[in-house]
């Protein structure tokens, strides 16, 4: 089981994420610009959700959320041109710059070396990869108009776009058939799309996966109650959450694994630049 269907504010009453769709929330509407899925331009490897870092009520407390971990993608309709399937494995990249590039890593691992911003969602202190256990990571990037970056992480985010697009020269390009379905770890791959000639020649369907790993915090002073704050985060929250049992479920495996070296090596890099990591929040679940 990959997990719990997670909403989105142009999704169907049933998850559904799609241009042929019909999205249950229509405030989305006045910033379609910022959507660039919906045109036919092509799309830079990305992370979906990768403005997501919010906080979802419970009857307890609040858990926080971001990404989905999974995106399942299923073809109605392929472009006659372009529109191809862009995959990048960060898993590789990872290890190359713990190895090779200590000090870029090292940036990419703070938090605050990226910005994103899209409608009204607004992340400030997030790193590039996350990590969230002594044996794995979460990486969230995008490239685009949503994204802002501090000068001292500048050099870093072109560094590791330089390494997705020479990944993107070694991995073979696809294209999907209608009725074909893709599963993206969303935690670790990142994926695009080549440009095709107009809206409507391709047609995807997609559903978002929730992360069920986030901490819970608890109001240490009167009950839990509800926040206008946490409003813009309630498009994303899954379309049905039972907090006690989700975190209990088996799952998937996601993210970027790391072995007892590379992780010797993540403490000793994390020491030398004092950064401050998770790694004692959010406890995997064990895959059933």
């Known amino acids: 089981m990959l997990g719990e269907i997670?909403?989105?504010v142009r999704a169907s009453e049933t998850g559904l994420i799609g241009d042929h769709e019909a999205p249950v929330r229509q405030d989305w509407t006045p910033y379609r610009a910022e959507y660039v899925s919906l045109g036919a331009q092509g799309l830079e490897p990305h992370t979906d959700g990768a403005y997501i870092d919010g906080l979802l009520a419970t009857d307890t407390g609040l858990q926080r959320f971001g990404p989905p971990r999974?995106?399942?993608q299923q073809c109605l309709k392929h472009a006659p041109g372009g529109g191809e399937t862009i995959l990048v494995d960060t898993q590789q990249i990872f290890a190359e710059l713990l190895e090779h590039d200590p000090e870029i890593l090292a940036t990419l691992l703070t938090p605050g070396c990226i910005v994103l911003c899209r409608d009204d969602l607004l992340c400030t202190e997030l790193p590039v990869f996350e990590r969230r256990g002594d044996d794995w990571l979460r990486m969230r990037f995008r490239f685009d108009s949503h994204?802002?970056?501090p000068a001292w992480a500048e050099a870093?985010?072109?560094?590791?776009?330089e390494r997705i697009h020479?990944?993107?020269g070694k991995n073979p390009l696809f294209t999907?058939?209608?009725g074909d379905l893709l599963i993206v770890d969303n935690e670790r791959?990142?994926?695009g799309r080549t440009g095709f000639s107009r809206v409507g020649e391709r047609r995807l369907r997609k559903v978002w996966i929730f992360d069920d790993t986030g901490e819970r915090v608890h109001r240490l002073v009167g009950d839990p109650r509800s926040h206008r704050a946490l409003r813009p985060f309630e498009a994303y929250a899954p379309t049905s959450f039972d907090a006690p049992a989700v975190a209990t479920r088996g799952r998937c495996d996601s993210g970027i694994r790391i072995d007892h070296e590379q992780s010797a090596a993540l403490n000793k890099l994390e020491k030398r630049f004092c950064i401050r990591s998770k790694r004692t929040a959010g406890t995997r679940p064990v895959p059933a």
Request: charged share 10%.
């Open 6 to 8: 997670q909403g989105h």
């Open 70 to 72: 999974f995106i399942v």
């Open 147 to 149: 994204l802002y970056v």
């Open 156 to 161: 870093a985010i072109s560094a590791f776009r």
């Open 166 to 168: 020479a990944a993107i």
């Open 176 to 178: 999907l058939k209608p």
């Open 189 to 191: 791959m990142l994926h």
